[in-house]
């Protein structure tokens, strides 16, 4: 059992036994990789089980027979209120929050709330898929600013964003960056913020990672004065508290114009009634899960720096782009002489691994795989000496 201190508490980290638990993550992979024959650190949700006091929450909630309709309280909105403050020094109201059922579907409502067919929407690539299937289901224009991988880390190309951004109405900002674990800087969110404002471009932004960050700050895009009335940012406790099944997320919308066009479009799907577990999931992990939060933190880097040394140390020839935050470890594989269909043959079905392929990610993640650390050491000890094992029959 992995044991972490923080602030002089003990805290527990392992893997759990996810079978029979109808998990994404072992119960789709043979539709994902044509085998299940192989250790699984795909989707991004962790293997290691949500703090005591949502435990709690959920057998206390889970006590009371019925489970129908239900509102979101007043306690609901004040967590988070008050989880927004304390980790980012963010004062929001009450009324600029709008509940929703995941970020993805805030993500569509917004295109749809905001753009009409044909409207061009700016991504950077290499980037979570369904920030590229919104635009092109919807039949929007895309437009993508590629990341300029350099040095081995990821930069906007500013030139190239300025010339998209002048055909485009909406800004798809991923923040932190999934998959290449960036902190954006507050000069880079400033300078796109600048661009964003001359070209009247509206900022979505999707901080789903914010509360999974490393040795940077992490700087909500609302919280920037002149965005005030520019902005919508999209948040959860599912990646930071291991809930994401319990589909209950939130858009934050200072502005009342952008906040009313956004219910509408919301409304009109239907997705309006809130998740019991979810709402109760939420109020616990805000109230109470900063503590075993900072553990989790301390644990997940341990794994980090285990991944890089182990890498460095047996001379692999991929390199670890630098995680600044999430749980999602984006490797880079370009020097180890393979194609991307080889390397990812290579990976599924001679190191046995399920890794997330990189170009699902877009053409700028060819090359590149990403690996989820969100599991515990034994898990990651295993996956590594497959690949080494792996590696080392091939030379």
Not at 234 to 255: C, E, H, Q, R
Request: hydrophobic residues 40%.
């Amino acid at each position: 059992m992995a044991e972490t201190i923080v602030m002089g508490k003990k805290m527990n980290f392992e893997a759990q036994d996810r079978r029979g638990t109808y998990t994404t993550k072992l119960d789709d992979a043979i539709k994902k990789f044509g085998t299940d024959d192989l250790l699984p650190l795909w989707v991004a949700d962790m293997d290691l089980a949500s703090p005591v006091c949502v435990q709690d929450a959920m057998k206390k909630r889970a006590q009371h027979p019925l489970y129908g309709y239900t509102v979101y309280p007043e306690r609901y909105y004040k967590a988070i209120r008050k989880w927004m403050k304390k980790c980012f020094d963010w004062k929001i109201k009450t009324n600029w929050i709008v509940p929703c059922y995941g970020v993805v579907p805030s993500m569509n409502f917004a295109i749809e709330a905001f753009t009409k067919k044909g409207d061009g929407i700016l991504i950077q690539t290499p980037i979570y898929p369904p920030f590229a299937s919104s635009v092109k289901h919807r039949k929007r224009k895309l437009l993508d600013n590629t990341l300029v991988y350099k040095n081995g880390k990821y930069e906007i190309d500013l030139e190239d964003f300025e010339t998209k951004a002048k055909e485009a109405k909406l800004f798809l900002l991923c923040s932190p960056h999934n998959p290449t674990g960036r902190v954006w800087e507050k000069e880079e969110l400033e300078k796109i913020i600048d661009i964003c404002i001359a070209y009247d471009v509206l900022i979505i932004s999707d901080e789903i990672h914010a509360d999974l960050v490393y040795e940077k700050t992490h700087h909500v895009i609302g919280n920037f004065e002149k965005m005030q009335n520019k902005c919508i940012i999209l948040n959860a406790p599912s990646k930071t508290f291991n809930v994401a099944g319990l589909n209950t997320s939130y858009a934050i919308i200072p502005d009342d114009k952008l906040r009313r066009r956004y219910t509408v479009e919301q409304n009109r799907s239907g997705i309006t009634n809130g998740n019991p577990f979810g709402i109760a999931a939420l109020m616990a992990a805000y109230e109470e899960g900063s503590e075993w939060l900072e553990a989790l933190k301390v644990y997940l880097w341990a794994n980090i720096e285990y991944v890089n040394e182990f890498i460095k140390n047996h001379k692999l020839p991929i390199k670890t782009v630098k995680t600044e935050a999430t749980f999602l470890v984006w490797l880079d594989c370009s020097k180890m002489g393979f194609t991307h269909e080889e390397l990812v043959n290579f990976f599924v079905h001679e190191a046995k691994l399920g890794l997330n392929d990189g170009k699902s990610f877009g053409n700028a993640g060819e090359g590149f795989m990403r690996l989820n650390i969100g599991t515990s050491k034994e898990v990651l000890e295993e996956a590594m000496q497959r690949l080494l094992t792996a590696y080392k029959e091939r030379i």
